[in-house]
């Protein structure tokens, strides 16, 4: 049985549930990881038991870098003087 809720796909396996105890779950994710967005998620009940199986969107990897002493993502919060800086750095290559 597949439902949306709360614009996350969930399917039970092996059983039933209610509304209310799928809800449950989709909180328990999302309260368990609250800087990613849950997709999906697949319940298998057995007996007692249920085994959760969650998908989260894949976020995208900042860079980071080491740049005149700083760690950095981006130049443009540089002001002036530090992209000056780090135009003029000597790059070393092995």
């Given at each position: 049985m597949k439902e949306m809720i709360d614009?996350?796909?969930?399917?039970?396996l092996n059983g039933d549930?209610?509304?209310e105890e799928m809800k449950a779950?989709?909180?328990?994710?999302?309260?368990?990881?609250?800087e990613e967005t849950l997709t999906?998620?697949?319940?298998?009940?057995?007996?007692?038991?249920?085994?959760?199986h969650y998908y989260l969107q894949p976020q995208p990897i900042q860079r980071i870098r080491r740049i005149t002493g700083y760690l950095v993502g981006t130049l443009d919060?540089?002001?002036?003087?530090?992209?000056?800086?780090?135009?003029d750095r000597v790059k070393h290559h092995l």
């Open positions: 614009n996350v796909e969930v399917e039970v549930m209610n509304e779950y989709v909180r328990y994710v999302k309260d368990k990881y609250p999906a998620l697949t319940l298998t009940v057995d007996g007692d038991y249920v085994d959760m919060r540089f002001n002036d003087a530090k992209r000056a800086e780090e135009h």
